[in-house]
């Protein structure tokens, strides 16, 4: 398991003084790239060998939002490799060691020349190391949905939704998504299921639908197909 501590910090919090999903995932995405880092399979590196990590999709549950000033503890550790896929969970605690927000998600290894998966090859995976998995209930990959949703306003990437892999950064899609939800809903579960990746000035359609205990929410592009579909609960 690879952890660090934080503080949340001002510029992090939303009206409330707490977390929002998308920083939450943020605190994630960082906990994995710091293991990365550390280990040797850094960014640099995985470019030198022409490959990178790409996320497939997020199972997020969240018992409680972090506060501004709470000490917090996120931690994170991959308990499967399979072909082109890596699995890996994720948690954040308090100093109590209370489960504030846990994940899972499925990532595809990508030869960046050929923009295809690849296999995950033995020396990567052994490097990672594997831990079991957390006690959960697993949702499908996949997020079906109807084609019958409300069209919203079309809106362009722009520059601060670009990580270094050169597309929409994956919590950029959920902060994206979670304007289109009502102001009063609380978000406690998340699955996000990504099929494409946008990139600068490349416009989004954005769709919203009501389903029982909360809403979906597909980001397409001009041709109806989705770079991701967000459920959230």
């Given at each position: ?133 957390i006690d959960m209930n697993y949702a499908p990959r996949k997020i079906s949905f109807s084609k019958d949703m409300i069209s919203l306003a ?80």
């Amino acid at each position: 398991m690879y952890q660090f501590k934080s503080r949340v910090r001002y510029s992090e919090v939303e009206l409330d003084k707490k977390l929002d999903l998308s920083a939450i995932i943020d605190y994630f995405q960082d906990c994995s790239t710091f293991q990365s880092e550390d280990i040797g399979l850094s960014i640099d590196y995985l470019r030198s060998i022409n490959r990178a990590w790409v996320l497939s999709s997020w199972q997020i549950i969240v018992n409680d939002y972090p506060e501004l000033g709470q000490e917090i503890t996120s931690s994170t550790w991959a308990y499967d490799f399979n072909g082109i896929y890596g699995y890996r969970n994720f948690m954040i605690e308090n100093n109590q060691k209370e489960v504030l927000a846990y994940a899972n998600s499925i990532w595809v290894y990508i030869d960046t020349k050929s923009g295809r998966p690849t296999r995950v090859t033995d020396d990567i995976a052994n490097t990672y190391g594997l831990e079991e998995k957390i006690d959960m209930n697993y949702a499908p990959r996949k997020i079906s949905f109807s084609k019958d949703m409300i069209s919203l306003a079309p809106f362009s990437v722009i520059r601060s939704n670009i990580d270094t892999n050169n597309h929409v950064n994956n919590g950029q899609y959920i902060k994206m998504a979670e304007e289109f939800l009502p102001e009063d809903f609380v978000i406690k579960q998340m699955r996000a299921d990504y099929r494409k990746a946008a990139r600068l000035d490349d416009l989004i359609v954005p769709k919203l639908a009501k389903i029982q205990d909360g809403y979906i929410v597909v980001l397409a592009d001009t041709e109806d197909k989705p770079f991701t579909i967000i459920e959230f609960k």
